[in-house]
């Protein structure tokens, strides 16, 4: 089990979770966790369990919709299966769970989700300093869209006979080029915003199906002139 240094779990949280060990199937080699971001005192949900089995296909297709983490401190893994696998994150890459959780996710049958009644909450804190959240870096652009295309791209593959996958991959690859896009033109670099602005417009192309709004906000964004699209970007965004 990982933890982040400047998290925090509920009362009784790890008893409670040793408690649930206890009693699941040994099979299970991987659990999903409740977990509440805490912002400025603040608790906000974002994921939840039913004490169930979910197929690993229909959880991929949570991931790339943004309703499970990707970090691996929302998850209990079975050491056992760790070092039989020999899964190890890879070094010196920043969103390093990106590279790590989807080999994972698509080897199970099942994964087990667990709901907050049964053991509490791992309440991730979020800081204006964090990597996640800080001023993008030329670094931090370019590790954080190979990350996600990485994740991307790893499960449609792994699932390419699955129209809800193939979906629900292209919509994520559809943010993860303009996150990127939005990154490379605060940071005024033209050749890199060109880049990403040439694959978005690819993904827009062959997206078939109706877009939520927030998908269209971003593509709006995508012909505002660069300083403008990334200053309501980083508005909306903080």
Do not use: H
Not at 59 to 78: C, H, P, T
Not at 93 to 121: R, T, W
Not at 180 to 194: A, F, P, T, V
């Amino acid at each position: 089990y990982f933890i982040d240094s400047d998290d925090f779990v509920s009362e009784n949280y790890i008893d409670n979770m040793y408690n649930l060990l206890k009693k699941v199937d040994s099979k299970i080699n991987l659990i999903n966790l409740p977990v509440k971001k805490f912002i400025n005192g603040k608790e906000i949900e974002i994921q939840n369990g039913n004490n169930e089995l979910v197929k690993s296909m229909n959880f991929a297709e949570s991931i790339l919709n943004d309703d499970r983490q990707m970090g691996v401190w929302s998850y209990v893994f079975k050491n056992r299966y760790l070092k039989k696998k020999k899964i190890l994150f890879k070094e010196g890459f920043l969103f390093e769970d990106q590279y790590y959780m989807p080999p994972i996710i698509c080897d199970q049958d099942n994964v087990y989700e667990v709901s907050s009644d049964l053991i509490g909450y791992y309440y991730y804190r979020t800081r204006k300093n964090s990597i996640s959240l800080s001023k993008p870096t030329l670094k931090k652009v370019i590790d954080k869209v190979n990350a996600e295309m990485y994740k991307n791209n790893y499960f449609y593959n792994y699932y390419k006979n699955s129209p809800v996958i193939i979906k629900s991959a292209k919509s994520s690859m559809l943010s993860t080029y303009f996150t990127g896009l939005m990154g490379s033109i605060y940071l005024n670099d033209y050749s890199l915003q060109q880049k990403y602005l040439i694959n978005f417009r690819r993904i827009q192309r062959q997206i078939n199906w109706k877009l939520d709004l927030k998908q269209k906000i971003k593509i709006i964004l995508t012909y505002l002139p660069g300083k403008t699209s990334s200053f309501f970007y980083y508005r909306l965004d903080a």
